[in-house]
């Protein structure tokens, strides 16, 4: 799937007579694997791949199969193309669920062979992250130079607009999630980058299939994390000054 204009740009609108249109998922797909309270048990992979100074994006989608949709994007792009020690390659995930840590080992060592290739992961959740392996494997992945962050505005729109066969006149219509669940994942996230206890709950409730989110902070966390990412995740407030 492919397209010329920059990494991150809006796409086409489908209505014009994209090439890649049959290629897209549909929306009712997007909103069911990337809604970031929902858990969704497959994992869906939206990817962008360029090589070089060429400026032509690849673009596709993948899902799991009997193997994790990690692995099965590493053996695809490994099968079709040889990679030299002079190729230079830049890849984007956009994933509705992070890495489990076998993946991230998988994904390591794919980077690890190929120097040249740099990798950019969204994530619109984290999987099963009260698990210390899939901290660690994170930890790990960034550790070797990935960059790993959660799915927020300005990415579900360029997902909306370049991976989603979208109705004619509707490609501003991406799904506006509540901005706090992403911020409660992002404080998750810089727990485990810096190596804090888990704060972030997550469980299901039978009645409705609702999510539940609950939030554990000791004094660590507090010390340790930015005001700016407790504020966003709604643990703090702004002092009031009254004149």
């Known amino acids: 799937m492919a397209s010329d204009e920059g990494p991150m740009d ?45 400026h032509k994006i690849w673009r596709h989608s993948s899902q799991n199969t009997t193997k994790h949709v990690e692995v099965n994007f590493i053996e695809k792009v490994a099968s079709e193309r040889h990679f ?9 995930w956009f994933l509705s669920w992070s890495p489990c840590w076998e993946c991230s080992k998988a994904i390591r060592e794919f980077l690890c062979q190929r120097p040249g290739v740099t990798l950019v ?30 799915m927020r505005a300005p990415e579900y729109d360029h997902c909306w607009r370049n991976f989603v066969n979208y109705p004619p006149g509707e490609d501003t219509h991406w799904p506006r999630y509540p901005p ?7 404080l998750e996230l810089y727990c485990i980058i810096f190596s804090l206890p888990p ?11 609702l999510t539940w989110f609950s939030l554990s902070l000791q004094n660590c966390h507090y010390q340790m994390i930015p005001p700016h990412i407790l504020l966003a995740a709604g643990v703090i407030q702004l002092p009031v000054i009254w004149r």
């Open 199 to 209: 704060c972030l709950r997550t469980s299901r409730r039978r009645q409705k299939q």
């Open 10 to 54: 809006r796409g086409p609108d489908p209505s014009t007579g994209d090439p890649t249109l049959r290629r897209r998922i549909e929306p009712w797909e997007f909103e069911a694997f990337f809604d970031p309270r929902e858990l969704r048990k497959e994992t869906c992979l939206l990817y962008e791949i360029w090589w070089g100074t060429n």
């Open 180 to 186: 706090l669940w992403t911020e409660l994942y992002a």
């Open 84 to 92: 030299c020690s002079s190729t230079r390659c830049s890849i984007i």
């Open 121 to 150: 992961i969204y994530v619109a959740r984290l999987y099963h992250h009260l698990d210390q392996q899939n901290r660690q494997g994170l930890r790990d992945l960034i550790n070797s130079g990935v960059t790993i962050q959660i």
